[in-house]
């Protein structure tokens, strides 16, 4: 029996979430199987089967902890591969005749109330109290609510439909599908006094809502490092944020005049991020204490340009690390993006991916967002913010005219970083922006 243990996510990693498992217990499966889904404090990654055989048990259940090295589950080497086709059975025995050695057997009918399996992720406390007295399992059931829920309404409909009884009995042959039970009449209620008349009315409001309902769900391991961290942010650094706005028409003619050959030539779509990436490396270079981090009682300045790029995954929000912007080309920027975008929708960002990093690009603009504070990631001393591009009525050159403008904003650290910094380093994010030259020229 092969033992399969929680490996190693990184140094300061030391226990995960049983996220979900991708095979149950009885299943074989290959190598490099995916076998469940793992989420560490940084990141989420599916753990495939190191060997292959029949999945005999597992050790830690769907949103449990584990240590790393602890045990997982169980792998039967022994068994052999399910042979073709043998997992469900295609043929009937012959009517009055055949022989029954060879003929295959016929699987039995499904039981009365039994459906098409369609998974519930939660399940309301009111559904389960008639789920137990119909006797119906929750998988028979299509859920209707949000996220996945299944309501009362979901069993009491399937219990209507199907003409079930309470057991789990069905009705007689010829009978009338029973009603489901009728809800009771309230008894009538005492004349109220004044001091209990806003009482009585919320009751009656209650009542004539129906139940109200709450679920229950552990909180990931990733969220959890998010909160823990966002919250030490707010508790340890003197966060201040300072705005500006950008007019995006350069940057936008430039990327319609070229989109076209920078695709061709390297592949990639050129994006709006690209920009950006390089803008900013323009600002910390101008700007060091932005690239700056504190440690202890001193100050360490960072030479290089780690930027990290929000970018919205299967789990939620990751940002996972551009190593050396200053080095690299638009084309490169873009590309590592679209890879990372990739892997994000997958939950395979590695936990190396999301480390480190000096600075960080967030846009909430992709979801609509017109202006926000950032916090920023520690032991970062900055953030840029970017936002949604909506057409405004600006004065150029003392003319109104329609322009598509950007809301920048920097969340900055005060404690290393003066007002009068952060305010010229975004100032210098705008120049550039409405002057793409000076990327190429260095001015």
């Not at 600006?394 to 920048?408: A, D, G, S, T």
């Amino acid at each position: 029996m092969f033992e399969v243990k929680v490996p190693e996510f990184g140094d300061s990693i030391q226990e995960v979430m049983v996220f979900q498992w991708l095979k149950e217990p009885g299943d074989y499966v290959t190598t490099d199987d995916d076998l469940v889904e793992l989420e560490s404090e940084k990141a989420s990654q599916a753990l495939a089967a190191p060997v292959a055989g029949v999945l005999s048990s597992v050790a830690v259940e769907n949103g449990q902890i584990a240590k790393v090295g602890s045990l997982l589950c169980q792998i039967d080497e022994s068994a052999s591969a399910p042979a073709a086709g043998s997992s469900s059975a295609t043929a009937t025995a012959s009517a009055g005749g055949g022989d029954s050695s060879t003929a295959a057997v016929a699987e039995p009918p499904p039981a009365a109330g039994s459906a098409a399996t369609h998974k519930a992720d939660w399940i309301m406390p009111a559904a389960q109290v008639m789920l137990t007295e119909y006797k119906i399992s929750a998988d028979a059931i299509t859920p209707s609510g949000p996220g996945g829920r299944l309501l009362k309404e979901d069993v009491l409909s399937y219990v209507t439909q199907k003409g079930l009884q309470p057991g789990g009995h069905a009705p007689a042959p010829g009978s009338a599908p029973p009603l489901p039970p009728p809800v009771p009449a309230a008894p009538p209620r005492p004349a109220a006094s004044a001091s209990s008349s806003i009482a009585s009315q919320t009751e009656e409001w209650n009542d004539s809502m129906g139940p109200r309902e709450e679920s229950v769900k552990p909180m990931s391991m990733i969220r959890r490092t998010i909160s823990k961290r966002l919250v030490e942010a707010q508790q340890t650094a003197a966060l201040l944020t300072t705005f500006n706005e950008v007019d995006m028409k350069p940057v936008m003619d430039l990327r319609k005049k070229y989109k076209e050959a920078f695709l061709k030539k390297h592949g990639v779509k050129l994006g709006f991020m690209s920009f950006f990436a390089k803008a900013a490396v323009e600002g910390l270079r101008r700007f060091p204490a932005i690239n700056s981090e504190i440690r202890g009682t001193d100050v360490i300045s960072k030479n290089y340009q780690d930027i990290g790029i929000a970018i919205g995954g299967g789990k939620g929000l990751l940002v996972p690390i551009l190593r050396n912007v200053e080095r690299m080309s638009f084309a490169d920027i873009e590309r590592k993006i679209g890879e990372y975008a990739a892997l994000a929708a997958d939950n395979k960002v590695s936990p190396a991916d999301l480390e480190g990093g000096t600075f960080t690009i967030s846009n909430g603009g992709v979801y609509g967002s017109l202006l926000s504070t950032p916090i920023v990631n520690p032991p970062q001393s900055g953030i840029l913010g970017l936002h949604a591009i909506q057409d405004r009525a600006m004065v150029v050159e003392k003319e109104i005219v329609i322009r598509p403008m950007m809301y920048l904003a920097l969340t900055y650290d005060h404690r290393i970083v003066d007002g009068r910094e952060a305010v010229t380093f975004l100032r210098t994010i705008k120049e550039v922006l409405e002057e793409p030259a000076r990327l190429f020229l260095e001015v």
